[in-house]
């Protein structure tokens, strides 16, 4: 793929995307290791969003599905039926001790440094600052329609929206797919493991994660340059 196509498809609004993205060591490296922190759940947080609230609460440490839900069932109780649910790990300076600090080379140096470098100049985009997560998607989990754009963040606002599944074995009948657009025009991206897609934030870009209908956990690398 080249990099004049991936910057006209982004600039064109389209999401772009590129499977096999990770070598095979690389992978199994950053799957292993979310997967294990998944399992701790140290780190984690549940994060339930309406339109106009987001509320977040942090995971008891190693839990099962039945304590998942109770705690979603809990956080959705204060928001409503509006809300939406999904668990969020945000990767920090201090992440040795929950993740294992190869996968964090990986995520920032390897996904966004060596792959993205030159899309970014093509783009012409300069000085750029990045946040990172992990997500988990459990059973009945979804995300409902947003466009990470924020028209007062300034500066601050994403430039760019990067992610990479992480789910080994992840079928069609499973669920969490990605819907990018509404009505004809949307686009439904399959979770495909080392797939990645990236877009740019704006006022159209909505998208959506479909709810996981397995108990397959639904897991991805995020990342924000902006």
């Given at each position: 793929?080249?990099v004049?196509?991936?910057?006209e498809t ?8 590129i499977?096999?993205?990770l070598?095979?060591?690389d992978l ?10 998944w ?27 039945t ?9 959705s ?5 509006e809300?939406?649910?999904y668990?969020y ?6 992440d040795s ?5 190869k ?5 920032k ?10 899309i ?13 997560a992990?997500?988990a998607y459990d ?11 924020d ?6 606002a ?13 079928s ?5 797919e990605l ?18 897609v990236?877009?740019?934030?704006g ?7 479909r ?8 897991l ?7």
């Amino acid at each position: 793929m080249s990099v004049h196509y991936a910057v006209e498809t982004l600039q064109a609004g389209r999401p772009l995307i590129i499977d096999g993205l990770l070598s095979d060591p690389d992978l199994r490296t950053l799957v292993l290791s979310v997967m294990a922190s998944w399992k701790a759940r140290a780190g984690w947080h549940v994060r339930m969003k309406t339109s106009s609230t987001m509320y977040k609460l942090p995971m008891p440490g190693p839990c099962d599905l039945t304590d998942l839900k109770r705690i979603q069932s809990q956080a959705s109780g204060s928001l409503g039926d509006e809300a939406f649910t999904y668990f969020y790990y945000e990767i920090s300076e201090s992440d040795s001790r929950l993740i294992e600090d190869k996968s964090v080379q990986i995520a920032k140096e390897i996904i966004v440094g060596k792959y993205l470098t030159d899309i970014v100049r093509g783009m012409g985009i300069r000085d750029t600052k990045t946040r990172f997560a992990f997500t988990a998607y459990d059973e009945d989990c979804y995300a409902g329609y947003h466009n990470d754009y924020d028209s007062e963040a300034g500066s601050d606002a994403y430039k760019l929206t990067v992610l990479l599944y992480l789910t080994p074995a992840i079928s069609n009948t499973d669920g969490g797919e990605l819907v990018f657009g509404k009505g004809d025009s949307r686009t439904v991206i399959s979770p495909t493991l080392n797939r990645c897609v990236i877009f740019r934030p704006g006022p159209e870009s909505y998208h959506m994660v479909r709810p996981m209908r397995s108990d397959k956990t639904r897991l991805a690398f995020s990342g924000w340059l902006f």
